[in-house]
Every structure is written in C-alpha cells, then in structure tokens.
C-alpha cells in the first residue's frame, strides 16, 4: 500500500512539544493537553502507522523503527519537549536515546518498555504482561482478532473494558489488532540494558497510575530512578489509561512541568498541581 503523508495536529506557537499516543489511540487523546498548552507553545501530535487518520499499515519491519522514521521526519531538526503515553512513551525514549540533543525534556506515562518489566529483574505479577501479549498474539494469528481486542482492551482498561466501548469503538481497536501485535512484537525484540537509560540527561518526569496493571508502575519506577534528572509522580486512583480517561488531571502534572523546564533561569515557572512523588513500587 502507498504510504500516504502522516496526519497531524498542531497548534500554538512557541517551543515544540510533540506528543506520541498509545497503541490503539490516536492524536486525538492529546486535543486537551494541547489545548492547555497552545497559548505558549507549538504543540504537535501525530498519528502513528495505522492509527487514526493513518492508514498505512506498516512496511512488516519493526514497528518502533518504522515510526521512528516518522517522528524524525516531523521533528526536523529542532529541540522538543516529547511526551509519550504507554506504546508512545516507548517511542519517546528511544528517540532520546538517538537524538538527546534534540529533546529539550521527557514526560513519560507508564512507558512501554516491557522487556524491562519481562525481564529477570521483575516479579511474575510484573511479567504477566509477557503471557498477556502471547495471549493476544496468538488469537490475532489464528485470525480471531475480535477476542484478540477484547483481551487487549480489558487488560489495560480493566474488567469489562471492551463492553464499555461503542460498536464502533470495538471495531476500529479489532481492525488495529495486527499493528498492535506489532508493537508487541517491537517493545519485546527491544534489548536496551537498564543503564544505558542513565545516559539521558535531559530533565525528565516519570507517571504512573495504581489502579492498572504492575509492569507499567514498574517500568516507570526503574526509569526513574535510573535516569539522572527524573522526577516522579503516581495517581493512586488512575490506571494505565490515566492520560485518556482523566486527562485534565494527568495533563496539569505534564504541563507544570514543561512550564518548569521552559521557564527562563530565575523566572517562578507557571506550576499546576502534581501528584505525589516517588512512589514506592516494590519490584521483590
């Protein structure tokens, strides 16, 4: 299939801040933080391979390095501020790993760097992600992507995720599920080392929510406090889809601290209202 120009959304004026969604979302999850931030920055989010508006469904390659190229492509060579949730967390990360000098600082919920949470360091309640991906691989293999969504949704969402959803709803995550899997497939091959994480010295605030599932409270955890210049916050009450199901609140702690990093040396930045920090996450 051709690959068609990427749809994105911009808005406002000022330092970049370019946004990257979770698998199965959109730019569209970001319209209100934009919002919140357009009066003073050049705010961008884009649709990433078969999301959204863009329907290319990807080249078969590694998913991460095919949107890799598109956020290259739409970042050019000026310094952003990156703000990625789960899947678009994962993505923000391995941008600042092979642009640092372009990332003005990193806000990250519950990254998706889940070979960190599969690997030998973590607890089995923390690996289940690993059984839930070869879970829902191996329904969107043997052509039943419907299951497939539902276990997907219903992981991340919580229990009856998938019947919360409009018909439409359903099938637009059931038409995503190959791309998806994708993502899966990528953030597992991944093989970066915890430490090479501390080679990020951009300012960098880590989120999390306790109400969802461990590895994303745990890959949260260990990257804050393996990268330098981490601050961290937990929202007790949200889950992993804390950015999307209550955005006002998660969007006050990214744009606080963006106004933080922004604000000229010896200015009082702007500051909005944060979730508590450091939480503790037992990783036994």
């Given at each position: 299939?051709?690959?068609?120009?990427?749809?994105?959304?911009?808005?406002?004026?000022?330092?970049?801040?370019?946004?990257?969604?979770?698998?199965?979302?959109?730019?569209?999850?970001?319209?209100?933080?934009?919002?919140?931030?357009?009066?003073?920055?050049?705010?961008?989010?884009?649709?990433?391979?078969?999301?959204?508006?863009?329907?290319?469904?990807?080249?078969?390659?590694?998913?991460?390095?095919?949107?890799?190229?598109?956020?290259?492509?739409?970042?050019?060579?000026?310094?952003?501020?990156?703000?990625?949730?789960?899947?678009g967390g994962a993505l923000a990360l391995?941008?600042?790993?092979?642009?640092?000098?372009?990332?003005?600082?990193?806000?990250?919920?519950?990254?998706?760097?889940?070979?960190?949470?599969?690997?030998?360091?973590?607890?089995?309640?923390?690996?289940?992600?690993?059984?839930?991906?070869?879970?829902?691989?191996?329904?969107?293999?043997?052509?039943?992507?419907?299951?497939?969504?539902?276990?997907?949704?219903?992981?991340?969402?919580?229990?009856?995720?998938?019947?919360?959803?409009?018909?439409?709803?359903?099938?637009?995550?059931?038409?995503?599920?190959?791309?998806?899997?994708?993502?899966?497939?990528?953030?597992?091959?991944?093989?970066?080392?915890?430490?090479?994480?501390?080679?990020?010295?951009?300012?960098?605030?880590?989120?999390?929510?306790?109400?969802?599932?461990?590895?994303?409270?745990?890959?949260?955890?260990?990257?804050?406090?393996?990268?330098?210049?981490?601050?961290?916050?937990?929202?007790?009450?949200?889950?992993?889809?804390?950015?999307?199901?209550?955005?006002?609140?998660?969007?006050?702690?990214?744009?606080?601290?963006?106004?933080?990093?922004?604000?000229?040396?010896?200015?009082?930045?702007?500051?909005?209202?944060?979730?508590?920090?450091?939480?503790?996450?037992?990783?036994?």
């Amino acid at each position: 299939m051709h690959q068609a120009a990427p749809f994105v959304r911009q808005s406002g004026e000022g330092p970049a801040v370019l946004c990257l969604h979770s698998s199965a979302g959109s730019s569209g999850q970001w319209v209100p933080l934009m919002e919140r931030l357009s009066a003073g920055y050049r705010v961008i989010a884009p649709d990433l391979h078969a999301h959204g508006r863009n329907t290319w469904p990807g080249g078969g390659g590694n998913a991460l390095e095919e949107d890799m190229r598109l956020v290259e492509a739409i970042a050019g060579d000026a310094p952003a501020h990156l703000v990625g949730h789960s899947y678009g967390g994962a993505l923000a990360l391995r941008y600042a790993m092979r642009r640092p000098e372009r990332v003005l600082s990193l806000v990250l919920y519950e990254p998706a760097v889940w070979h960190l949470a599969a690997s030998g360091l973590a607890d089995s309640a923390t690996r289940e992600v690993l059984d839930v991906g070869s879970r829902v691989k191996r329904l969107v293999e043997s052509g039943n992507c419907r299951e497939a969504a539902r276990g997907f949704v219903d992981y991340w969402n919580g229990e009856d995720g998938w019947d919360r959803l409009s018909a439409p709803q359903q099938s637009r995550v059931e038409a995503q599920m190959p791309r998806i899997m994708a993502h899966f497939d990528a953030v597992f091959a991944d093989r970066t080392p915890l430490i090479a994480y501390a080679g990020l010295d951009m300012p960098a605030l880590l989120l999390s929510g306790g109400a969802g599932p461990r590895c994303g409270q745990y890959t949260a955890r260990l990257l804050s406090i393996t990268m330098p210049r981490t601050d961290a916050g937990h929202f007790p009450a949200l889950g992993h889809m804390g950015p999307v199901v209550r955005a006002t609140q998660v969007n006050e702690a990214i744009a606080g601290f963006v106004d933080q990093v922004a604000a000229p040396r010896g200015t009082p930045p702007r500051r909005a209202s944060r979730p508590a920090l450091r939480p503790a996450i037992s990783s036994a």
